[in-house]
């Protein structure tokens, strides 16, 4: 069997592959699914008939929690608990999370959309932020849970895997980060809303306000 420092390797390994193809494809979705969203409104009347600063930014705040890059993190966690008087009890958990980031175009301000020349937009978007953080159950698995041999009468504790469940959930959300996941969600959302508005006829500058 495998030890836990050669699977953390492995994981750590994996997670970047992993992570880098899943935001390559998630742009690729994210981009499609704008410009069908894009035809669409115009076919049933939901898109904008004008192309105002105001129009515009009804059209861009209805993408909402735009969700722009996913991350598949794998992380092996332990915790240890003491208990009283004597002994202690230790648990420890390979998981595999998934990391959700993205711009919350709700909070977008009238401020934030200046068209110029009725043919060129200059949008200000929210930096980016994890919006949802998650254990895949499938695999989450115990690798290892032992109470200390000398006191066999101390009942296990049935929160203990619930705590390293959520310290997993840290420790995905904090690797996903020092992975660049704000920074390619950024990049993936400024490119997304560039095409979602060069759909609307409109040569666009985005940037990160």
């Known amino acids: 069997m495998a030890s836990p420092e050669s699977i953390e390797k492995t994981g ?3 997670k970047w592959a992993v992570a ?8 690729v979705v994210l981009v499609l699914g704008l410009l069908l969203f894009t035809r669409l409104g115009s076919v049933f ?14 059209q861009v705040k209805k993408l909402d929690q735009l969700v722009t890059v996913k991350y598949s993190v794998q992380r ?18 390979m998981v595999e999370g998934q990391v959700l980031a993205g711009v919350d175009l709700s909070s977008l301000k009238s401020g934030d ?7 060129h937009a200059s949008v200000a978007v929210p930096r980016a932020k994890v919006m949802h ?3 895949d159950e499938h695999k989450v698995k115990v690798w290892d849970r032992r109470i200390t041999w000398w006191t066999p009468w101390i009942a296990p504790d049935p929160d203990l895997e619930h705590r390293a469940r959520l310290t997993a959930l840290d420790d995905i959300k904090a690797a996903a980060i020092e992975m660049g996941i704000l920074e390619d969600a ?12 060069l759909s609307l ?9």
């Open 201 to 209: 006829k409109l040569d666009a500058t985005v940037t990160a306000r």
């Open 186 to 197: 950024q990049r993936n959302a400024q490119s997304a809303i560039q095409s979602f508005l």
């Open 12 to 14: 750590r390994v994996m």
């Open 76 to 93: 092996i966690v332990g915790i240890k608990e003491e208990h009283q008087p004597v002994g202690e009890e230790s648990i420890l958990l």
């Open 20 to 27: 880098l193809a899943l935001s390559s494809s998630f742009l």
């Open 113 to 119: 959309i200046r068209i110029a020349g009725g043919h």
């Open 133 to 135: 953080v998650f254990l």
């Open 45 to 58: 009347g939901i898109g904008p008939m004008t192309t105002d600063s105001n129009s515009v930014l009804a």
